[in-house]
């Protein structure tokens, strides 16, 4: 591993190999770029200020920006430009910025992490066959899988207006809700608040209305990963969803870590994905490993009480992968915009402590789970804490994701 003048804890999610990108703001200062650094964030706009990233194009201005848009946009060559000069810089051996460590160098529990990215657009993809089975036995016991899902990445367009990053916390939502027994729906705050383990991509190359991108294309056009809690009210949703599927049981809000992750610090994590049968549509084959083995984790803190870990999961279990889910999202036509998220859609395995949300943890709130304290919980209650961390860790390297969290608050 390579070692850099800036301290670094061990096991710190940010060592030099990883360097993932954020916006982060101090003493009310216009927020501005930065990576993460053990823990550190090195300020990008202060570097430039100084003249050391005279190879990035309008570099102060871009890393200036209170999002990374204008960055991404400056295409995947420049991306790796940056990688390697933040990296020189941050070597041990490198005297260039060392002098102006004071100037540079931030404490991230001194700044406030903001939103990285501007999202125009957000689609929600629906890729963990374990999920998607688990969900569909609790309503078609004898055929979970609807005929089309082993043949297409599902997804929807969600509301990226509500998306938030980690820390801002969100209120329950209220809506139409009907029991199964009843004749006519009710109002009120949702009753089964629920979290989804997810991770999403940030789109970092655009294409013109009706271009396609390819299965061997869709990398060129991903800058990167974050986690995302993609919340839901099951009830409100379960009443809504038919016959077009989610609203506003899902719209109120989802939540993002504030460290976008690149593609370049994931590559020794490559791994393969699921084998697929039946053969899927030559334009949703691929070459290659396209997943990675990103460890996964979700905690749930009740109000005065400690997280206890509810679930363990990992990205690498998703049956369709991401250069598909990009290829099916654009085999229509639809454009890409600088900025846009896709996520995964609940990230599930085999085993019961590796599902990614409570709907599945508690078998539809038939078995809660018994916390060490004593405390139950069947669906999330007011003041509940969801903590959602992510992590590569292969031949002594770390590359972390942070985390995100939120706590949810009673309806307005």
């Known amino acids: ?100 460590r004071d100037q540079v160098l931030i404490r991230q529990a001194d700044a406030t992490l903001q939103m990285p990215v501007q999202i125009g657009n957000y689609t929600d993809f629906y890729s963990s066959i374990e999920h998607a089975t688990n969900v569909g036995k609790q309503f078609r016991p004898d055929n979970p899988l609807l005929p089309n899902w082993k043949h297409l990445p599902i997804a929807y367009h969600g509301r990226a207006s509500s998306i938030v990053v980690s820390g801002t916390d969100i209120h329950r939502p209220k809506g139409q809700r009907k029991v199964a027994d009843a004749d006519v729906p009710t109002f009120g705050p949702s009753k089964r608040m629920d979290f989804e383990l997810e991770v999403a991509f940030v789109i970092g190359k655009e294409t013109a209305l009706g271009q396609t991108v390819s299965t061997s294309q869709a990398e060129e056009h991903i800058f990167g990963f974050f986690l995302f809690n993609d919340w839901s009210a099951r009830d409100i949703q379960g009443w809504e969803y038919q016959p077009l599927g989610p609203f506003l049981g899902k719209n109120f809000a989802s939540s993002v870590s504030p460290w976008i992750v690149t593609l370049d610090a994931l590559e020794p994590f490559r791994t393969g994905s699921p084998v697929q049968n039946p053969t899927v549509l030559p334009y949703l084959q691929y070459e290659g490993e396209h997943s990675f083995d990103i460890q996964l984790e979700v905690a749930i803190q009740p109000e005065g009480t400690t997280e206890q870990i509810v679930c363990r999961s990992n990205f690498k279990y998703l049956y369709w992968n991401i250069c598909q889910q990009l290829a099916h999202h654009t085999v229509n036509g639809c454009n890409l915009c600088i900025g846009d998220v896709m996520a995964s859609g ?45 992590f590569c860790e292969k031949d002594g390297l770390r590359i972390g994701f942070g985390e995100v969290r939120g706590k949810l608050l009673p309806s307005l």
């Open 1 to 100: 591993m390579k070692k850099s003048w800036v301290p670094i804890p061990e096991g710190s999610d940010f060592p030099l190999e990883n360097l993932p990108y954020g916006i982060f703001q101090i003493n009310r200062q216009h927020p501005r770029a930065g990576v993460a650094i053990g823990d550190y964030i090195l300020d990008l706009h202060a570097v430039a200020e100084v003249g050391l990233l005279e190879e990035i194009p309008n570099a102060a201005e871009v890393f200036g920006s209170s999002y990374l848009n204008a960055f991404i946009a400056l295409g995947k060559p420049v991306w790796q430009v940056a990688r390697q000069k933040i990296t020189e810089l941050l070597l041990e051996s490198n005297k260039e910025l060392q002098p102006y």
């Open 346 to 390: 609940t990230i599930s395995g085999e085993s019961a402590d590796s599902w990614g949300s409570l709907l599945e943890l508690t078998e539809g709130g038939r078995k809660p789970l018994i916390f060490l304290d004593g405390v139950e919980r069947k669906f999330l209650e007011d003041n509940d804490t969801v903590v959602m961390k992510g």
